[in-house]
């Protein structure tokens, strides 16, 4: 029996479309509440930030973005090459992500991961708005942040960890994502420093990013610390395995 015209469309553009990573990527099933492990509130005795929510995206492009925390000096220390699969984790709108993007070049590709779709849809808008063809949204959940195995040159993670409410286990996923000399950077605002105006749970010190990497299998391997407002800390998986999570995280 022929199968109706309508359909047979419908069935093509699908083919088509499933064929497109973006597509793929955002086609991921979001885990139900019940299917997920429950929330942390602390981690290694720090209190755990609530993730920034979509409409609080303006606050990322911001004008004065560029002059508070030097963002071309950082992408310098990140010594980016053109050709390498990087990963924007917790993308929000593509601040960094389309920068990354200029960086790789064609030949490149940035994974941007957001678990909130609306982000991914503003960052379409501003990938458009500049030319950029090679970035994959990637639409990630708490737990994973569905990234290829053993394929990634860096995670680059700007003021977002602290938010994360699984932290061992996206650790533990990003580090599956890493080639064997692949890289993860932490940005985070510095508890140390009082003048910096970011609320105090939004902050992290070098020694508890030190804490918690090293728990989950991390090494660190190096520290830039020529941003105005923030810690560069940058780890690469270390040789032995980090162990099962402990029930109370520690």
């Known amino acids: 029996m022929p ?10 553009v699908f083919t088509a479309l499933a064929d497109c990573p973006a597509f793929v990527s955002r086609l991921v099933a979001e885990p139900t509440a019940a299917e997920l492990p429950p929330p942390r509130t602390e981690y290694y005795g720090r209190r755990i930030a609530r993730t920034m929510h979509y409409t609080g995206a303006p606050w990322l492009v911001r004008e004065s973005r560029n002059r508070e925390e030097e ?57 458009k708005r500049y030319g950029v063809r090679n970035i994959r949204p990637t639409l990630g959940t708490v737990v994973d942040p569905k990234l290829p195995a053993g394929k990634l040159d860096l995670v680059l993670m700007v003021d977002v960890y602290h938010e994360f409410s699984h932290p061992e286990t996206m650790l533990r996923a990003i580090r599956k994502s890493l080639k064997a000399d692949g890289r993860l950077v932490f940005v985070e605002f510095r508890e140390e420093d009082p003048d910096v105006p970011i609320k105090p749970l939004h902050k992290m010190s070098k020694r508890q990013i030190i804490k918690e990497a090293t728990a989950n299998g991390f090494k660190l391997v190096s520290q830039f610390d020529e941003l105005p407002w923030q810690h560069v800390m940058t780890f690469v998986p ?3 395995r980090p162990p099962e999570p402990a029930s109370n995280g520690e």
């Open 3 to 12: 199968m109706p015209k309508r359909l047979l469309l419908l069935c093509l």
């Open 71 to 127: 963002p071309q000096k950082l992408l310098d220390a990140l010594a980016v090459k053109p050709g390498q699969l990087i990963c924007d984790m917790g993308c929000g709108n593509g601040f960094y992500a389309v920068k990354l993007a200029q960086r790789v070049g064609p030949k490149g590709t940035i994974f941007a991961v957001d678990i909130q779709p609306e982000m991914l849809d503003q960052l379409e808008v501003r990938a």
């Open 238 to 240: 270390s040789e032995k």
